[in-house]
């Protein structure tokens, strides 16, 4: 059983950043990949950013390049997330998950941009 707990979401003006975290339990292997996505109020679920667990090989979506890193630290089984550039746009639930013939999600964390 994999268990998933995000932290860092807040309350943050347009243009600042935020620094999201996902430490994950239970046994990961190198097939797996880690992702993170966004729901917004009345939207669908969307793809925001992955990393290989074995490789580090990132995969963003176009909407966040350049402005979002995605990161993993394997010691800590943690995954990071650094947005930078915030846009109410980007307000959202983020959901930590990881990827693999089973997904598991977390339970999010919400990110509020003021303008």
């Known amino acids: 059983q994999v268990h998933l707990v995000e932290s860092g979401g807040g309350l943050v003006q347009a243009g600042g950043s935020l620094r999201l975290s996902c430490v994950i339990s239970g046994v990961i292997f190198s097939g797996h990949t880690m992702g993170w996505f966004r729901q917004a109020p009345g939207k669908e679920r969307q793809f925001v950013a992955s990393?290989?667990?074995?490789?580090?090989?990132?995969y963003y979506a176009d909407s966040v390049k350049g402005r979002f890193t995605i990161s993993r630290d394997n010691a800590k089984n943690t995954v990071f997330l650094q947005m930078n550039s915030l846009k109410p746009e980007d307000a959202a639930v983020y959901y930590c998950?990881?990827?693999?013939?089973?997904?598991?999600w977390g339970q999010g964390t919400q990110v509020t941009i003021s303008s």
């Open positions: 990393i290989s667990w074995s490789s580090g090989s990132t």
């Open positions: 998950a990881v990827l693999g013939p089973t997904n598991y």
